[in-house]
């Protein structure tokens, strides 16, 4: 699919505020492509799309979890969680994307998991840094995300984690499976 296709067809489904995030998840998800040596098409495609299910009234997510092959233990989590899984589904039935790595990329864009893939971590690591993001800590993954992808993954994986427990917000197996994975992959981990 074209770029413009997909911008035009994911921008309805959005905010305008949502809508720009898009857009600058797009440009820094290229960005990082480039510099790690991943497909700058497939993250261009990928973060154009990641945000697509973002605003799906609930109950409709909710019957996409329950009717499909995605795994039901979502449902006992936060709705945030959701938007990933069913844009994965969705983009496939709607509009024939079915690449895999496009497809991983956005179903595991907000949790991660263990064992990602070079267009995963770049496609959560853009989310988390764009431009318009102000976490704190962001500047610190952002000067990371220039040299090392799994270390800034890592970083902004431990940031995620510590702001939700900090909430008392439960958090999904696979946000803790990508930071142990992330931080196997540096150090072996402190055990
Ligand atoms: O969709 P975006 O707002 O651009 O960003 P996102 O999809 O990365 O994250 C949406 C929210 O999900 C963000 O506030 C962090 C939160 N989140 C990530 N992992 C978990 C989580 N929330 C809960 N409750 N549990 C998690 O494991
Ligand atoms: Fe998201
Ligand atoms: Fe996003």
Known sequence: MKINQAIEIVEPHLTKKRFE???RVA???VDLAEKYNA????????AVFHDYCKYLPLPEMERWIKNSILPKDLLLYHHELWHGPVASLLIEREHGINDLDIKQAIYYHTT???NMTKLEMIIFLADYIEPGRSFPGVEEVREWAEKDLIQACRMASRNTIQYLMS????????TFYAYNDLTKRLDGGNK
């Open 27 to 29: 440009d820094t998800a």
């Open 112 to 114: 991660g998991r263990a």
């Open 39 to 46: 497909s700058k098409e497939k993250a261009n495609l990928a």
């Open 21 to 23: 995030h898009t857009l």
């Open 167 to 174: 909430k008392n917000a439960t958090i999904y197996p696979d």
